[in-house]
């Protein structure tokens, strides 16, 4: 299984990026998909999960609906839009999936203030 993110990069507060994750190796559209993240000297922690059949999702508390989790099983790839930036949101994003759990190696946010 290989999870690929992409899209992370430098933003000022208040802006936007949107990240991707392509996965191959997987059954795509049998898997949950979620993204985690995890700033220096911090826990990992959930941003967004999204079910098999985009049935439903689930937002870390902190989102507050800022981001956007969607997934494309034809491509088998799945997006996190993300608005309203803050400094607080600085954090290494991973793709998550499962089964059978697999992770991304992770791509850097970075939103300055």
Do not use: H
Not at 56 to 67: H, L, Q
Not at 75 to 102: I, R, W
């Amino acid at each position: 299984v290989q999870l690929v993110e992409s899209g992370g990069g430098l933003v000022q507060a208040g802006g936007s990026l949107r990240l991707s994750c392509a996965a191959s190796g997987i059954t795509f559209s049998d898997a949950a998909v979620a993204w985690y993240r995890q700033a220096p000297g911090k826990q990992r922690e959930l941003v967004a999960i999204i079910s098999i059949g985009s049935i439903s999702t689930t937002y870390g508390d902190f989102v507050k609906g800022r981001f956007t989790i969607a997934r494309d099983d034809t491509n088998n790839t799945m997006y996190l839009q993300m608005t309203n930036l803050k400094p607080e949101d600085t954090a290494v994003y991973y793709c998550y999936a499962f089964p059978p759990v697999s992770w991304g190696q992770g791509t850097q946010v970075t939103v300055s203030s």
